[in-house]
């Protein structure tokens, strides 16, 4: 349609990467334009949102009574539908704002697993953001695209999306999904774990922040044998005396403490790489396999990886922004995918 067409000249086609960890959003022409955590601080008798992204984040584990901080997408599906929506309300008009009166078109990507139920929701708030079409891409599909992955090829390729609530692993071929698994484990899995941790061997609460900090600085999956072992100071409070306490815990009991959950990982890997045709898996051992998501980024992961399965792995470049580059790349080359498969 002629108005369609205009329409799009103005607009700013959107795509949406609606992580539990972080929410991302790239603009046509323009790049990735947000990039905020998925939090919404919310007053807790009215449920009203006081704050999102960023500014709600810095609340978590700091909020004063009557205000709680949420993440609505914990574990990769919707927690809680209102605030999602608002959340998605939010980012969308922050972007959108900037150009005025303009429908655009989005493009959200969503987890593997997600229900009709929940794919309604994530319709809604975005027509109520003011989207004038919407497209949902499955977000390994995207993190492939993003990536650079040939996926439009008669030939198998392997991609393991490793998020803050989700680990998805799908097998792709001419641009679409063959197979694909998905368990509720991500990132924030080995944060948790390590606060089970420490609480429970060393009788020391500490937060989510100082978790993920941890993690980040000296996380690792695989322990090379010539390098230094690390250590670091852990600041929390003592479950028994209620004082602030320094522990100092190393790289090598880290690793230790991490091996449930990477085990859960390497289990989905090596159960998705058993229900492969073998002409694919062939493939895919020729190509090596693909990782994307913030959750690849604990070191030696895809060392690990590879060491398990026998398989090549190599990292995406920018693992963190596969997914909505992916989305954004999808609005670009539209044509070549049959698009009514997304227009939900
Ligand atoms: N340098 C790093 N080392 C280890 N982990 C990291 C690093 N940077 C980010 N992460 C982890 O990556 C995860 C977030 O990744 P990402 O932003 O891809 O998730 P998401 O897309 O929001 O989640 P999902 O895909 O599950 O909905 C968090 O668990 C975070 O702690
Ligand atoms: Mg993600």
């Keep these: 349609m002629i108005i369609d067409k205009i329409l799009g000249f103005f607009s700013s086609d959107m795509g949406i990467d609606l992580g539990t960890a972080n929410t991302l959003i790239h603009v046509k022409g323009e790049g990735i334009v947000l990039c905020e955590p998925s939090v919404v601080a919310v007053h807790v008798g009215s449920r009203k949102a006081l704050a999102v992204g960023t500014e709600a984040k810095r609340m978590l584990g700091r909020t004063p009574k009557d205000i709680i901080a949420i993440r609505p997408m914990r574990d990769g599906v919707i927690a809680d539908f209102d605030i999602v929506e608002e959340m998605i309300r939010y980012f969308i008009k922050k972007v ?80 679409g999904m063959v197979i694909s698994n998905s368990i509720r484990i991500g990132g924030n899995e080995f944060d948790e774990t390590l606060i089970q941790y420490v609480k429970k061997v ?109 398989v090549p792995v190599v990292l995406a470049e920018n693992p963190l922004n596969c997914v909505v580059l992916g989305t954004g790349k999808f609005l670009e080359e539209m044509s070549k995918f049959n698009t009514n498969v997304f227009r939900q």
């Design 96 to 175: 959108h704002n900037r150009k005025l009166f303009v429908r655009p078109r989005v493009v959200i990507g969503i987890p593997t697993g997600i229900t009709e139920v929940e794919k309604r929701a994530v319709k809604e708030s975005a027509e109520q953001a003011g989207a004038r079409e919407i497209f949902l891409i499955e977000e390994s599909l995207a993190a492939a695209i993003g990536a650079n992955v040939p996926i439009q090829e008669p030939a198998g390729n392997m991609v393991i999306d490793i998020g803050g609530g989700t680990t998805e692993v799908s097998v792709i071929s001419l641009g």
């Design 202 to 310: 060393y009788g020391l609460i500490i937060g989510e922040r100082t978790s993920e900090d941890v993690k980040i600085k000296i996380g690792n999956a695989y322990l090379e044998k010539h390098k230094k072992v690390e250590t670091i100071e852990i600041r929390g409070r003592d479950a028994a005396t209620g004082l602030p306490r320094i522990l100092e815990m190393d790289s090598v009991e880290i690793k230790e403490c991490f091996n449930d959950p990477l085990e859960q990982i390497l289990d989905v890997v090596r159960e998705t790489l058993d229900q492969t045709p073998p002409e694919l898996a062939a493939d895919i051992v020729e190509r090596g396999i693909v990782m994307t998501g913030g959750g690849s980024l604990l070191k030696g992961l895809p060392k690990f990886i590879a060491r398990e399965t026998g």
